[in-house]
């Protein structure tokens, strides 16, 4: 199983960027895909999901109208478009694939992250 992201980098407040996650290994179709954040000396927060039949999308309070969370299921890949980056949302972004089992429990897999930096 892998999820690997990519598109992260140094960018000004106020800027874009498009964060890709490309999954293997699974079954993709079947999973919710997350993104999480977390910048030093804080928690992993939920920043964007979305369910695993393009729909149940949901963001955090603080990047609504801002971010957008996408995937395709043909080619396993879930993106989030990030636009009116702050300083505040600088932090690795990791993606995340969950699928619940019920009462057996749930299989959950990470991404190993990518470095976002919004600084001028």
């Known amino acids: 199983v892998q999820l690997v992201e990519s598109g992260g980098g140094l960018v000004q407040p106020g800027g874009s960027l498009r964060l890709s996650c490309a999954a293997s290994?699974?079954?993709?179709?079947?999973?919710?895909m997350r993104w999480f954040r977390q910048a030093p000396g804080k928690e992993r927060e939920l920043v964007a999901a979305i369910g695993s039949a393009d729909d149940d999308i949901d963001y955090a309070k603080s990047v609504k109208g801002r971010f957008t969370i996408s995937r395709d299921n043909a080619k396993n890949t879930v993106s989030l478009q990030m636009n009116g980056l702050k300083p505040e949302g600088t932090a690795v972004y990791f993606c995340?694939?969950?699928?619940?089992?019920?009462?057996?429990?749930?299989?959950?897999?990470w991404g190993q992250g990518t470095q976002v930096t919004v600084s001028s």
């Open positions: 290994g699974f079954t993709f179709s079947n999973f919710a």
């Open positions: 995340n694939a969950i699928r619940s089992m019920g009462i057996v429990g749930q299989y959950a897999y």
